[in-house]
Each structure stands twice: as C-alpha cells, then as structure tokens.
C-alpha cells in the first residue's frame, strides 16, 4: 500500500492518463492529416510506436523526477516538506479535463459532420452488395422489408423451348402488374432471372434479394388451354400465404384476370387490400387479339435481352409492327414502338426523317387508344427526351409515368438520367441509387450512378463504388473503365490506366472506346493512336458506317501531330465531306444537329479553318446550351473554350475554362494539362497556372 500510495503522491496515475488521453488525441489527428496529405502508410506506424516507446519512459520519469518552484529535479532531492506535488496534481487534473473536452468535441464532430458528409449511396448499395445479411434473431433478414417481394421466373411446364417466350413474357407482365402497386417493393426482372433454375433454398434467394415474400409458380401450354400454378411464401416462416392453380381456355381475357387475381391475392398478404384505383388500372385490358399478344410476348422475349444494342431494337420490331397490324389499338405496343423508333434515331443507326415520322406516329396512336397509360405517359417521356430533347419536359413526364408504376426500376433509372441534364445532379444520384434497390442485378444504372459522379468530380463518392463493384461483377467491363477515367482524372496516372486498359475485354461500350482511342494522345504515342483502327478486335467491335469519320478525324489529328499535315489535312477533309452527308439525310433533331456541329468544327481546325470552326460550334452551344442539357451542354462549351483560344481570343476563353473548371462535366484539369489539343496555349503563363492540377506535385513525386 505504501508503494501505491507513493505512484499516487507522485503524481505517477495522473501523467499516465493524460499521457494515454493525449496520445488517443495526437493519433486521431495523425491519421486525419496523413489521410489528407497522402502521406505514406509507415508514417502513422513509426507515430505509434515512438508514442508506445514513450508511455514507460514517461512513467519513470514521473516517478523519477519532480517538478519544483526551482524547475525538474531528482525526487531524492526535493525535502518532502517543500513538495508541490498536490498543486501539480491538480494542473494535471485540469491538463486532462481540458483534453477530455477535445475529445468529447471530436466525438460530436466525427458523430454530425463525419456521418451527415458521407454518401448514403455508397453505404446503402456497398451495404446491399455485401455477401448474404446476418439474420435476426425472427430469422428476418436485416435486409428484408415487410412490403417486398421477388417474383421468380415461371417454370416453363410445356417442355417446349418455343414456349418460353409466353411463360417469360407472362412472368414480366406479371412484374409490370405488380409495378403498379404503391408501397410495393418488387425486385425487377433482371435480377431475379439468375435464379431460373436455381437449386439455392428460398430463404438464400430472400436473403441475397432483400424480401420478405417471395412468389414462385409454372405455366402451361396444351392446345387452347393454359394451366398457371402459383404459391407466395413468407420467407420469415417458410410458410404458404397463398397457393392456387389456374386452369382455363386460353385467351388474353383468361389471361390477364390471372394475373390480376395473382396481383390482388399478393397484394392483400403483403400490403393489404387494393385501392379502387389500383383495382381499376389491374381491370384494363391492353388487347382482345391473342394472335396480337402472342406478338408482343416474342417481341418482349427480345427487349429482356440484357445488352443496350442496336440489334435488339431491330429484331423487336417486326413482331411489334406485326402486333399493332393485328390490332391497331393495341395501345401498348404502340408506346413500345415509340421507345423503339426513338432509339433508332438516338443510336444513330436510322436517322432519317422517315424514322421521325413513324415515331411521331406511334406516339399520336399510343395517345389516342391509351393515354392514360403508364407505357403511354413513357413513351411520351421517351419522345421528349430522344426527338425533342426537351429534358425539362422530360423530367416531368417521366415523374408522371413513375407514378403511375412506382416500382418500375427503369422508369426511375431514366429519371436518373434526365435529371443530370436539367442540373439536378444529387437527384440524379438518388434515383441510380433506387434503381439499383428495385433491380439489384442492373449493372447499367450502377454504371450510370459511376458515371455520373465522375462528371460531377466526386471521386472519392465514386472510388469505393467502383471497387466494390469490380470486385463483386468481374464481367463489367464499363466499370473497369470508368475505375480507368477515375485514374486520369484525379490523379493523371496514365501508367496505372494503361495497365488496367490491358485487364478490359474489349467491348462496345463507351468508356472502352473512349479509353482505346484517347488514352494514346494523353500518353503522347500518336502512332498508337493511329494504330488502334487497324485492331481487329477494336474493328469487330466499331466497324460502324456512323463511326467512321471519327475515325477519319481521329486519325487526321494524329498525323498532325507526328508533323504529316498533308496526310492529316486529306483525312480532315474526308472527314468533313462525311460528317456533312451525315447530316444532310438526318432527322434533324438538335441534339445530332449539334453533335455533327460538333464534330465538323473539330474537323475545321485540322484544315486551319478557324472561322468555320467557330462558327459551327457556337451553333453547337446555340442548339445545346447549358440551361436546356447541363449534361451535353458543358461538353460542347469547352469545345468552344478550346477553338475560342485557337482563333485568338484567349482572354475569353480563359474566363470560360475558368468557369468550367467549377462546374459538373466541365473542364478538367488533370485532361488540361495532359491533353497535346491544348499545347498551342501552353505558352501563355495564365493558361498554365488556371489549368495546374492541384495534387500535381503529389504526382510527380
């Protein structure tokens, strides 16, 4: 006891608490600033293990010494009877209340600000592509919410594989029902299909979907009859909550009250009654013609192909042409055709007035048979977004058709993507965010949210989303892309994008061919860039009429650069004789008027005719301005900075760059500062400090 007693007088306690107290603080500070800095990892190890070396150093110390009136000295010397110790006791006290209160202050810092700061997207979606959720102790899924449900493909009972476009079209029919319904989760369709055929027990499948109900069930074709089974489980308690088979004549009338009698018998075990307006859309009938329906399953079978390709759209529409012969006020089918035709014209692969007319078409009959219909009010938003480019309408049409089919993850993701164009970026984000709940399988709107965070230079929103995702769908290449521009765009670390560039597949989505063929000019390797239209594998994938003369204006840039101008000026002009054919037999819709603008004054540059090339791209930013695409308008407004200061007015364009440099899908500096089309400005000390990274030296080093 005289021992303990004696650390008590001594004061020894007390220093090795605030010591431990002090030390917590330094640490947290540490590991906020060398986080910020990009210090090394060594550093905050070699930080705690001197702050461990110190703590018995101190105590000795404390134990050894003494503070005095007269300073430190040895404890054998001080006369007892002059000892401060208790006074110095107290100046600890008051030394670690203090820095308790820091730490208290942390705490509240970290606790508001910290969390408040962090992305509930990147939580909540790295949280939900986590492996299978830890069970409560009722067994219910952490993930699980009581009004959700996953519909699993129908088995195809008929054993014929030219019935299982009727049993898949049914099963989506069925998804679209449920779509409907409000305060409905209802897991899509894409994600779902990976479990036709599943050997995987129903409470796994509940647990990786994040429902609570699930419903499963075949469908048989036999001569004129049809027999659909169906049973919903509670996946909680493994229970049937409801189980019944249909057996009826087959006509779309039988059809239909099936599946609206599946819809109301979920409905009731999962939310509760139908409301008389829920009642009423699920009594519409979008066809009396069996002969028309069964056109529009095999037209469906196509569209829930899960690639974004030209080929699809194609190969829908003869059955979907031949749906609306059987039954022109098929009102349905009519709003398809719309999506149809206005992806032809958007795509690029029929751009023609022809086309606009027969998309004009299919909206006025999709309006007159079925205009209340949420297919009806898509479409239309379809028409705004693809023909009109009227993004602001838009917007409010594909608000409406939301509404209407509240649990329609597409419908949603193409809000998402019409609200980055009104300059709704947050927003934007949020309904990626839904999507990717509703359709945990869409890797499109996972792209799309990656996307869309890159333009808006949130990069450390976007990172840990990319690397969760690359590491959970390996086969998705556009992420590995997008993790591609991240590295050029934050850090300028073309050797790291290069490497990753030979890990990618070559495919034919955007963010490959936008690395295949940029990435050699930001590397400065011409020929390279020159090269990569005589890959094989890069022209099986864009061996494209409509690509072709950016190749030539690819290509003409590129032998500029290597000091051939003649070579460069016959492929610019090639260039541009193609670009104006283009747009001579295009539907002249502003959004391709502008692009082709677009592409002829970047053209007119390699041919030295700057006032040409000024000329078409104000015209551009006329037809495109910010205010009506925040998305494609910026893009546009820094090709204008950059011909702007080509053609000698550089004081404008600097104050244009500046400006973009502050706004989403803007200037970048990173691409400034590489990019060899802006080394003619290189000489200007103004252009060199506006455009400097900011973690340049962090770089170089």
Same mark, same amino acid.
């Given at each position: 006891?005289?021992?303990?007693?004696?650390?008590?007088?001594?004061?020894?306690?007390?220093?090795?608490?605030?010591?431990?107290?002090?030390?917590?603080?330094?640490?947290?500070?540490?590991?906020?600033?060398?986080?910020?800095?990009?210090?090394?990892?060594?550093?905050?190890?070699?930080?705690?293990?001197?702050?461990?070396?110190?703590?018995?150093?101190?105590?000795?110390?404390?134990?050894?010494?003494?503070?005095?009136?007269?300073?430190?000295?040895?404890? =054998?010397?001080?006369?007892?009877?002059?000892?401060?110790?208790?006074?110095?006791?107290?100046?600890?006290?008051?030394?670690?209340?203090?820095?308790?209160?820091?730490?208290?202050?942390?705490?509240?810092?970290?606790?508001?600000?910290?969390?408040?700061?962090?992305?509930?997207?990147?939580?909540?979606?790295?949280?939900?592509?986590?492996?299978?959720?830890?069970?409560?102790?009722?067994?219910?899924?952490?993930?699980?919410?009581?009004?959700?449900?996953?519909?699993?493909?129908?088995?195809?009972?008929?054993?014929?594989?030219?019935?299982?476009?009727?049993?898949?079209?049914? &099963?989506?029919?069925?998804?679209?029902?449920?779509?409907?319904?409000?305060?409905? =989760?209802?897991?899509?369709?894409?994600?779902?299909?990976?479990?036709?055929?599943?050997?995987?027990?129903?409470?796994?499948?509940?647990?990786?979907?994040?429902?609570?109900?699930?419903?499963?069930?075949?469908?048989?074709?036999?001569? *004129?009859?049809?027999?659909?089974?169906?049973?919903?489980? +509670?996946?909680?308690?493994?229970? &049937?909550?409801?189980?019944?088979?249909?057996?009826?004549?087959?006509?779309?009338? *039988?059809?239909?009250?099936?599946?609206?009698?599946?819809?109301?018998?979920?409905?009731?075990?999962?939310?509760?009654?139908?409301?008389?307006?829920?009642?009423?859309?699920?009594?519409?009938?979008?066809?009396?013609?069996?002969?028309?329906?069964?056109?529009?399953?095999?037209?469906? =079978?196509?569209?829930?192909?899960?690639?974004?390709?030209?080929?699809?759209?194609?190969?829908?529409?003869?059955?979907?042409?031949?749906?609306?012969?059987?039954?022109?006020?098929?009102?349905?089918?009519?709003?398809?055709?719309?999506?149809?035709?206005?992806?032809?014209?958007?795509?690029?692969?029929?751009?023609?007035?022809?086309?606009?007319?027969?998309?004009?078409?299919?909206?006025?009959?999709?309006?007159?048979?079925?205009?209340?219909?949420?297919?009806?009010?898509?479409?239309?938003?379809?028409?705004?977004?693809?023909?009109?480019?009227?993004? &602001?309408?838009?917007?409010?049409?594909?608000?409406?058709?939301?509404?209407?089919?509240?649990?329609?993850?597409?419908?949603?993701?193409?809000?998402?993507?019409?609200?980055?164009?009104?300059?709704?970026?947050?927003?934007?984000?949020?309904?990626?965010?839904?999507?990717?709940?509703?359709?945990?399988?869409?890797?499109?709107?996972?792209?799309?949210?990656?996307?869309?965070?890159?333009?808006?230079?949130?990069?450390?929103?976007?990172?840990?989303?990319?690397?969760?995702?690359?590491?959970?769908?390996?086969?998705?290449?556009?992420?590995?892309?997008?993790?591609?521009?991240?590295?050029?765009?934050?850090?300028?670390?073309?050797?790291?994008?290069?490497?990753?560039?030979?890990?990618?597949?070559?495919?034919?989505?955007?963010?490959?061919?936008?690395?295949?063929? !940029?990435?050699?000019?930001?590397?400065?390797?011409?020929?390279?860039?020159? +090269?990569?239209?005589?890959?094989?594998?890069?022209?099986?994938?864009?061996?494209?009429?409509?690509?072709?003369?950016?190749?030539?204006?690819?290509?003409?840039?590129?032998?500029?650069?290597?000091?051939?101008?003649?070579?460069?000026?016959?492929?610019?002009?090639?260039?541009?004789?193609?670009?104006?054919?283009?747009?001579?037999?295009?539907?002249?819709?502003?959004?391709?008027?502008?692009?082709?603008?677009?592409?002829?004054?970047?053209?007119?540059?390699?041919?030295?005719?700057?006032?040409?090339?000024?000329?078409?791209?104000?015209?551009?930013?006329?037809?495109?301005?910010?205010?009506?695409?925040?998305?494609?308008?910026?893009?546009?407004?820094?090709?204008?900075?950059?011909?702007?200061?080509?053609?000698?007015?550089?004081?404008?364009?600097?104050?244009?760059?500046?400006?973009?440099?502050?706004?989403?899908?803007?200037?970048?500096?990173?691409?400034?500062?590489?990019?060899? &089309?802006? +080394? !003619?400005?290189?000489?200007?000390?103004?252009?060199?400090?506006?455009?400097?990274?900011?973690?340049?030296?962090?770089?170089?080093?």
């Amino acid at each position: 006891m005289s021992f303990f007693n004696e650390l008590k007088r001594r004061n020894v306690f007390r220093v090795g608490i605030a010591y431990v107290v002090v030390a917590w603080l330094v640490l947290q500070v540490a590991d906020v600033v060398i986080n910020n800095i990009g210090a090394p990892d060594w550093l905050f190890q070699a930080i705690m293990l001197v702050i461990g070396i110190g703590f018995p150093i101190v105590l000795i110390f404390a134990w050894a010494f003494e503070m005095t009136p007269e300073g430190i000295k040895k404890e =054998k010397d001080v006369d007892r009877s002059q000892s401060i110790t208790k006074t110095t006791g107290r100046k600890l006290d008051l030394t670690i209340i203090f820095v308790l209160a820091l730490v208290a202050v942390y705490f509240i810092w970290e606790s508001r600000f910290q969390t408040d700061g962090a992305d509930p997207a990147i939580e909540n979606i790295v949280a939900s592509d986590s492996a299978t959720q830890v069970e409560s102790a009722g067994g219910e899924s952490s993930a699980a919410r009581d009004n959700s449900i996953a519909v699993l493909p129908f088995a195809n009972r008929s054993d014929k594989e030219s019935d299982l476009f009727f049993s898949d079209g049914i &099963h989506d029919d069925l998804l679209t029902q449920l779509a409907k319904i409000s305060d409905l =989760k209802v897991i899509s369709r894409t994600s779902v299909m990976e479990y036709r055929d599943t050997t995987k027990k129903i409470p796994e499948i509940a647990r990786e979907l994040g429902v609570a109900t699930i419903l499963e069930g075949g469908i048989q074709r036999a001569g *004129n009859r049809i027999r659909i089974n169906a049973q919903l489980i +509670d996946v909680n308690t493994d229970e &049937h909550l409801w189980a019944e088979t249909f057996d009826r004549e087959m006509t779309v009338e *039988n059809i239909f009250d099936i599946q609206s009698e599946i819809t109301r018998q979920i409905v009731n075990a999962v939310r509760g009654e139908l409301t008389n307006e829920e009642a009423d859309v699920l009594a519409q009938l979008p066809t009396r013609s069996l002969e028309a329906y069964e056109a529009y399953l095999h037209a469906k =079978k196509i569209f829930l192909q899960p690639d974004y390709t030209r080929q699809k759209f194609q190969d829908a529409e003869p059955w979907l042409e031949k749906a609306v012969e059987l039954d022109p006020e098929f009102a349905l089918v009519w709003a398809i055709l719309v999506r149809n035709h206005a992806q032809a014209i958007w795509q690029g692969y029929d751009n023609s007035p022809e086309r606009l007319q027969r998309v004009r078409e299919a909206l006025s009959k999709a309006t007159e048979f079925g205009p209340f219909l949420p297919e009806t009010l898509a479409a239309r938003a379809e028409y705004l977004y693809r023909i009109e480019n009227n993004y &602001h309408e838009a917007e409010v049409a594909f608000r409406a058709a939301s509404k209407a089919r509240p649990g329609d993850a597409n419908l949603v993701k193409l809000l998402a993507y019409t609200l980055r164009r009104t300059g709704k970026w947050e927003e934007s984000i949020s309904n990626f965010q839904l999507t990717i709940e509703l359709e945990p399988a869409d890797l499109n709107a996972r792209s799309g949210m990656i996307e869309t965070l890159l333009s808006m230079r949130e990069y450390d929103r976007a990172e840990p989303l990319i690397n969760a995702w690359m590491e959970k769908y390996p086969q998705a290449m556009d992420i590995k892309g997008y993790k591609l521009w991240l590295m050029v765009e934050r850090d300028g670390d073309l050797t790291a994008a290069r490497n990753l560039l030979n890990q990618i597949t070559p495919n034919g989505g955007t963010p490959y061919y936008a690395a295949a063929t !940029f990435l050699p000019f930001l590397e400065r390797d011409y020929q390279a860039a020159i +090269d990569v239209y005589d890959n094989p594998q890069f022209l099986s994938l864009f061996d494209d009429p409509a690509s072709k003369p950016y190749e030539l204006q690819n290509k003409s840039f590129a032998y500029s650069l290597l000091g051939d101008p003649n070579q460069a000026g016959g492929l610019a002009q090639q260039a541009i004789d193609a670009f104006q054919e283009m747009q001579s037999v295009s539907s002249g819709s502003d959004a391709s008027n502008a692009q082709f603008l677009w592409a002829l004054a970047f053209t007119y540059t390699q041919t030295g005719e700057l006032t040409k090339a000024l000329d078409a791209i104000n015209q551009a930013c006329a037809l495109i301005p910010e205010s009506r695409d925040s998305y494609a308008g910026a893009s546009f407004s820094q090709s204008r900075a950059w011909i702007l200061a080509m053609s000698g007015h550089r004081d404008e364009a600097l104050m244009e760059i500046e400006r973009l440099l502050s706004i989403p899908n803007g200037a970048n500096r990173w691409y400034l500062y590489l990019d060899p &089309h802006w +080394d !003619f400005f290189r000489d200007d000390k103004r252009f060199n400090e506006l455009i400097r990274p900011l973690n340049l030296k962090e770089a170089e080093t």
